[in-house]
């Protein structure tokens, strides 16, 4: 997901014209494919540890305080995304606590998916920074320290019986990881072509079943989809999973986000996952950490029914179009004090996605929303 800069999460602003279409006219139930299901039911539960440690309460659609990993599994969630950190300063979202909560994640059933960022903080299409322990490597060095790192972090999760069911390779790679040597210059996908094999060697090494994603925020059009995953295809690079991340508000219509998970699938023929996707369900702010996202698109109102239309529409799309699964960035992340954005001042820095969780600023769930195979 983007991040803050000065404060706040830094949108990528990509000045596309908001095309989407009512959840009537495309995406519904009537119209999305039963040829294809989303075996991939997902939500990224990476803040969920530091809210239940400083006492969130989360309460299903009866009003009953329960388990936000429960809930969300009744919900139709089979897969659990977490990303992992080298080394945050605010001690969540790094080995040890991916490490704890897997545990819980299995427990239940469900499977994990892995989002590696290769850096002690947010990584997205502005920024790339590489952790402070890899600081003066060069690529050579940097192959390595990606290899060990990712078999490090699965194996351990494998020895303690919750090995990843995927993993992905980098968050939201656009142009490239571990800049600056591993940024895309000049169409050159050589060093990053060489951290993403050395990320997918480190993870078959561990545990061949494993999956391999690679994601990157182009589900806004065909030409930068093909671009970025022409160009690691053609330095050679392996994925088992084409990873995509579609927000109606930064990456247009709905319409153009099936045309580009049609035409990834069947232009790399890998399976296709939406890895990120949300919705407003309201503009105002419940802490004093300004929003990320303060408006919606065309046919979905900001609130508790267009929060939940928006996403069932995504999913009928996502569906229709051929991909296998779709995942909730954050359903958990309501404005509980202290667990703020920033892993450098986690207690301060507040929240600026508490209108887009699918949780209300009390912690009860919405009661429109359901993942649907």
Request: hydrophobic letters at 35%.
């Amino acid at each position: 997901m983007v991040t803050y800069t000065s404060g706040r999460r830094a949108a990528v602003r990509l000045l596309l014209a908001v095309l989407v279409l009512p959840a009537a006219t495309l995406g519904s139930p009537a119209t999305a494919s039963a040829a294809n299901s989303l075996s991939m039911r997902g939500a990224d539960m990476s803040s969920t540890q530091r809210a239940l440690d400083l006492g969130a309460k989360y309460y299903d659609a009866g009003g009953n305080a329960r388990d936000p990993l429960d809930i969300l599994r009744d919900l139709g969630v089979n897969y659990v995304r977490l990303r992992v950190w080298n080394d945050p300063a605010s001690g969540y979202n790094n080995k040890a606590k991916v490490l704890q909560y897997a545990k819980a994640v299995k427990a239940r059933g469900m499977k994990l998916l892995v989002d590696f960022h290769y850096s002690d903080s947010w990584t997205d299409p502005g920024q790339q920074n590489k952790p402070a322990g890899w600081a003066g490597h060069g690529i050579g060095q940097l192959q390595t320290d990606v290899y060990n790192y990712t078999y490090d972090v699965c194996n351990s999760l494998k020895s303690q019986g919750t090995a990843p069911d995927s993993v992905q390779i980098g968050n939201e790679i656009n142009t490239g990881m571990l800049w600056d040597d591993g940024k895309v210059v000049n169409n050159d996908f050589t060093n990053l072509s060489l951290l993403l094999k050395s990320g997918y060697n480190a993870t078959k090494a561990c545990n061949s079943a494993t999956q391999v994603v690679i994601h990157t925020a182009d589900a806004d059009s065909d030409a930068h989809a093909r671009w970025f995953y022409d160009g690691i295809k053609a330095k050679g690079v392996s994925w088992d999973i084409t990873g995509l991340s579609y927000y109606c508000m930064w990456h247009g219509s709905l319409a153009n986000m099936g045309s580009v998970v049609s035409d990834m699938k069947s232009r790399y023929g890998k399976e296709v996952v939406i890895a990120e996707t949300a919705y407003p369900f309201t503009s105002a702010d419940a802490d004093g950490t300004g929003n990320s996202v303060t408006s919606g698109c065309s046919g979905y109102p900001l609130t508790w029914q267009g929060q939940g239309a928006e996403f069932d529409a995504v999913q009928n799309t996502a569906r229709s179009a051929g991909a296998i699964g779709v995942f909730y960035w954050e359903p958990t992340w309501y404005a509980v004090p202290g667990n703020g954005w920033d892993p450098a001042d986690i207690s301060h820095s507040g929240d600026g996605w508490d209108n887009m969780a699918l949780f209300n600023w009390t912690g009860h769930i919405n009661p429109d929303v359901r993942w649907t195979p």
